[in-house]
């Protein structure tokens, strides 16, 4: 959703109206916290304009944890319409970046496949912290908004 040199986290205020009801679940990583906490206060922010107050918000060491904790949100917490996952992995030197994205995102699928409910992947997959740091609140926005609002749009497309 990120295209060089465009703001894409603007959104209209309308497709949030009919959502105040929904329940949500929200799983941070702490991993790279400077960058999933801001994209958490953005997803927050939407949950709030859009005037939802039950949500259920649990941290994970790592993103790779994400997929289990959206699971076990979906276990303990059946009245739940959707997930936001919200994690970073930023390349390093290793083959290590490309089995934690492949697993967590395989996970993350296989979850909402699962439950038969809506999980929106708002996981940073970057070069490098520059890149991370444009997409959770810098020159291309805040990606957690985004996912945010495609939760709720996706809750809604279910109901």
């Not at 997930?83 to 296989?110: A, R």
Request: charged residues 20%; glycine residues 10%; hydrophobic residues 40%.
């Amino acid at each position: 959703m990120a295209t060089e040199g465009h703001h894409l986290s603007s959104f209209n205020a309308k497709s949030l109206e009919g959502t105040s009801s929904f329940h949500v679940g929200i799983v941070v990583s702490e991993w790279n916290a400077d960058i999933t906490h801001a994209l958490a206060k953005g997803a927050m922010d939407v949950f709030t304009q859009a005037g939802i107050t039950s949500i259920e918000r649990i941290s994970v060491p790592g993103s790779f944890e994400l997929p289990l904790a959206a699971q076990q949100l979906f276990i303990k917490h059946p009245e739940l319409d959707g997930v936001l996952v919200i994690g970073n992995v930023i390349q390093g030197e290793t083959k290590h970046f490309d089995f934690v994205c492949q697993g967590l995102t395989q996970g993350v699928m296989d979850v909402m496949l699962k439950f038969n409910k809506a999980v929106s992947f708002c996981v940073l997959t970057d070069l490098n912290k520059q890149q991370s740091l444009d997409r959770s609140g810098g020159k291309h926005g805040n990606k957690g908004v985004e996912c945010a609002v495609a939760l709720l749009q996706m809750i809604k497309l279910q109901k």
